[in-house]
């Protein structure tokens, strides 16, 4: 019901909303009805009395008036009461409650105006819910429980809408006149929807969701339950393409290349897959399938719709510029001490408090994201913010970042990475060897750390053929552990390319051999290499074979 109340005279509006109430309760019908009643009974009496029907009609709206007056449930029904007291042991008047209410509407106000709607709206439909689950005529046998389910909450309008529930229960809570309700809401969200919740107010939990809800602390109560759902895993990904019946018989390869691609994330599986099927020539990488048609954009372009939905077009490209950082603290430093290598700095600032860009790595959805955008960036010829522009300036700011940390060598993975990513190998290579010492899991995992960057590497290229142009700056004098830390620091980095297709059964067997060599001159690192050599092994008989071309030995 949509009102136009006096603005100036609260006593007019008062009336003109008991008016509007007591049509919409019918009650202007009941004084129609008992005026007809009234000439009925005067009509059988024996002596008829000359009553002016304007005199009828006046008492008996005056009689209306009184009972609504006096019984103001009849205007708006047994829920009246609480815009008086609203759970809190108020005794405001409800009709007065209401015409703000309508003023704040009519106000076309931000804010707080607009936050005091919401508030009151959502405390009365909490307080709705509360009243059928206590006095339905079922509700003995219901539990006190509600569930609401909402997709997609990243949008504004899902994320007003929890806010404000969180935010009238808290409110309630802080004054002491919580009232349990009985709902719960399961929103999905891509990462954006708690990205400015404060992680006190967040609790984990994890699959199966029975039990780790039964071992929370009953003494700790978030307003704000997590759960991430499970990505599918190289199985999983193998039946979706088995049962696509796809002219090939390299199911488990695709399925291991589709998985290495997007991690398993649902959403992105779905699209590439549907990618594939609709592909009737042979290709040779997936980046082949990302520039292909899917309902008239690019299945890249449909990629990045699935991840980026909500962002402004305008923060779109600072957002490919971002990506190459490897952390959100090191994507922001970047938009506001290289203000010049953005066209909206203060927009993607924004931007990058909320993006999912950034979460735990076991996070594959935000790594797919960001390779999809660092694939954008690689593709750059031309302006400021190009490929080897960021990436300098990230290494080096990457040690100033770190520089009151006592771990150094996180410093230096950041710093090795970009490096990397900027096709220096030669640096990163002699670095690894000097730190080649220590504990092998330590080493290992800097290594690992630092080939799995993304870089700008020709997919159609055969990999002995690149990993002999990587390690060309090797020379007669270099020691046979540098030149073996080299080439496997090559072969790891181009293993790692999620575009390369061919050759990756001869690619792991080589780095196989690489780590072979090197417990030549690290025995006592023996068990852990042997650990990595049996890794790779198994990845070779994973691809049997090329996809599509003759497998290098």
Not at 462 to 483: M, Y
Request: glycine share 6%; with cysteine; net charge negative.
């Amino acid at each position: 019901m949509r009102l136009d109340l006096s603005r100036d005279d609260p006593g007019l509006a008062r009336k003109q909303a008991t008016d509007a109430l007591k049509a919409h309760r019918r009650l202007d019908q009941m004084l129609d009805i008992l005026e007809e009643a009234a000439g009925t009974v005067t009509g059988l009496t024996p002596i008829q009395p000359q009553i002016p029907s304007s005199m009828v009609r006046g008492t008996l709206s005056l009689l209306v008036d009184g009972m609504t007056r006096w019984l103001p449930r009849l205007t708006l029904g047994r829920f009246q009461d609480w815009y008086g007291h609203r759970d809190r042991g108020l005794q405001d008047d409800p009709i007065s409650t209401l015409v703000g209410l309508n003023r704040w509407a009519h106000s076309h106000a931000t804010g707080g105006a607009q936050q005091r709607i919401d508030n009151l709206m959502s405390a009365a439909f909490l307080a709705d819910l509360r009243h059928e689950f206590a006095s339905s005529r079922r509700s003995v046998g219901w539990s006190l429980n509600c569930v609401a389910l909402l997709d997609n909450a990243d949008s504004d309008l899902a994320r007003d809408l929890l806010e404000t529930l969180v935010r009238v229960r808290g409110d309630d809570l802080d004054h002491g006149y919580a009232v349990p309700d009985p709902l719960t809401v399961v929103a999905t969200s891509r990462g954006r929807l708690l990205a400015k919740v404060n992680r006190a107010d967040q609790v984990a939990l994890s699959i199966p969701l029975v039990d780790s809800y039964k071992a929370l602390n009953r003494r700790v109560q978030p307003w704000w339950l997590r759960c991430r759902l499970d990505d599918l895993t190289v199985d999983e990904v193998n039946l979706m393409v088995t049962d696509l019946s796809l002219d090939r018989d390299d199911d488990h390869q695709l399925a291991a290349l589709i998985h290495q691609f997007t991690g398993g994330h649902p959403g992105a599986t779905r699209i590439m897959l549907e990618a594939i099927t609709a592909i009737t020539t042979r290709w040779r990488s997936l980046a082949e399938v990302l520039d292909g048609d899917s309902g008239g954009v690019a299945v890249e372009e449909r990629l990045l719709q699935l991840f980026l939905d909500g962002v402004p077009d305008e923060a779109r490209e600072d957002l490919i510029t971002c990506s190459a950082a490897r952390t959100r603290h090191q994507a922001i430093e970047l938009a506001v001490r290289r203000r010049d290598l953005f066209t909206a700095p203060d927009l993607v600032i924004g931007e990058l408090r909320e993006s999912p860009m950034w979460l735990p790595r076991d996070e594959w959805g935000p790594t797919v994201l960001r390779r999809l955008l660092l694939r954008r960036l690689a593709g750059r010829r031309d302006g400021a913010a190009t490929w080897s522009v960021v990436h300098r300036w990230l290494r080096e700011a990457s040690p100033l970042e770190h520089r009151d940390e006592r771990d150094t060598r996180t410093a230096l993975t950041a710093e090795l990475a970009y490096a990397l990513a900027d096709g220096d190998i030669e640096f990163v290579t002699r670095k690894l060897d000097q730190h080649a010492v220590g504990r092998a899991t330590t080493w290992l995992a800097m290594v690992e750390a630092v080939t799995s960057v993304p870089g700008r590497l020709d997919p159609y290229v055969e990999h002995t053929v690149q990993a002999r142009g990587l390690t060309s700056w090797l020379g007669p004098g270099d020691e046979r552990q540098l030149a073996c830390i080299a080439g496997l620091v090559a072969r790891l980095w181009i293993a790692a390319d999620p575009f390369r297709d061919t050759g990756r059964r001869g690619l792991h067997r080589q780095i196989a051999r690489d780590y072979d060599e090197l417990a030549l001159y690290h025995p006592e690192w023996d068990d852990e290499l042997y650990t990595q050599k049996n890794r790779h092994q198994q990845l070779a008989r994973v691809w049997s074979a090329g996809l599509h071309q003759k497998e290098t030995p």
